[in-house]
């Protein structure tokens, strides 16, 4: 007995034309200046503001999500990659200011504390004020040149692949050859794949090397002396800390680990071996053929939406 399950669609846009496609910064500009300076005198009225913002960010996401897919799926494809680099060095720019604007005409607008107490609400405005907290002006160039050398990561790990048999795979279709009852050929893919990674070291170095500098100039600006403390900030960790992140990983230690090294050894004892090695994790230590649910993204698809 099967099911169709009805998939969501998505509402219809209440505030951008629903034939927008992103382009430019100055095809967005009037929307922006809309929610700048529209006239907000009742709490419907502002409802109404945060709702428009919300839809015109929902669509800038999305947008700049199915760039760094494609731009990621599709490494050897020129264009993709200048679409996404399009999007950091010419739009994101220019809304960071903007977003930085918008953030203070809520929070500093009379009608703000009747929302403020609201579920949903309370959050956003909280996140609100720790925006403004943290926004530089002088962070927006650092910020598009850390996302275009984030860019360079994802190109550079993207076009991984190795030969086997006479046939390239990426390195996550060769990931499933380390489930294979075969350990000779599990312990062959994983030494050629850990290969591959190694050939790309020090590139892979040196961009990381830039990107610690490059953020850790980001919190100074904003006044951390680390960029992990301005990044928790960022990210909106107000009920835990660091601290509390150290005591979870001590306790994660003390308690998860021996855990983990009792199965890692049951799991030897199962495999018939003396030491398990890493291209042993991957395999069914019983013996039973490696699992396959789906063949394909369409396959995958179809299977998720019928039961």
């Not at 913002?53 to 731009?71: N, Q």
């Not at 601290?243 to 983990?260: T, Y």
Request: aromatic residues 10%.
């Amino acid at each position: 007995m099967s099911a169709t399950v009805q998939l969501p669609t998505r509402p219809p846009r209440q505030f951008l034309p629903e034939s927008l496609t992103i382009t430019t910064w100055d095809q967005l500009k009037p929307y922006f200046d809309d929610l700048l300076f529209r006239p907000l005198h009742t709490q419907a009225d502002l409802r109404r503001w945060f709702e428009d913002r919300s839809e015109i960010e929902a669509v800038l996401s999305e947008d700049l999500g199915w760039r760094y897919v494609r731009m990621t799926c599709y490494t050897e494809n020129a264009e993709y990659g200048k679409a996404y680099q399009d999007f950091v060095q010419n739009i994101q720019p220019e809304l960071s200011p903007v977003a930085d604007q918008l953030n203070r005409r809520a929070v500093e607008h009379p009608l703000i504390g009747e929302l403020s107490n609201e579920a949903g609400f309370d959050i956003m405005i909280r996140n609100m004020r720790k925006d403004m907290e943290i926004f530089r002006e002088a962070n927006i160039p650092l910020f598009t040149e850390i996302n275009t050398e984030t860019q360079q990561y994802a190109q550079i790990s993207g076009a991984m692949t190795i030969t086997r048999e006479g046939q390239e795979l990426t390195l996550q279709q060769a990931g499933v050859l380390l489930m294979s009852p075969d350990r000779n050929l599990r312990e062959s893919v994983y030494r050629q794949t850990a290969e591959r990674r190694l050939a790309d070291k020090d590139k892979l170095d040196q961009l990381f090397s830039k990107l610690i500098q490059l953020r850790h100039q980001v919190a100074v600006n904003a006044g951390f002396s680390n960029f992990r403390d301005y990044q928790f900030r960022a990210y909106g960790r107000f009920d835990y800390t660091p601290d509390d992140c150290r005591r979870f990983h001590e306790s994660i230690e003390a308690e998860v680990v021996p855990i983990l090294n009792q199965l890692a050894a049951e799991r030897a004892k199962k495999l018939q071996l003396s030491k398990l090695r890493p291209w042993d994790k991957a395999v069914d230590a019983d013996g039973l053929p490696a699992l396959k649910a789906f063949d394909g993204g369409r396959d995958l698809t179809e299977k998720a939406i019928t039961t």
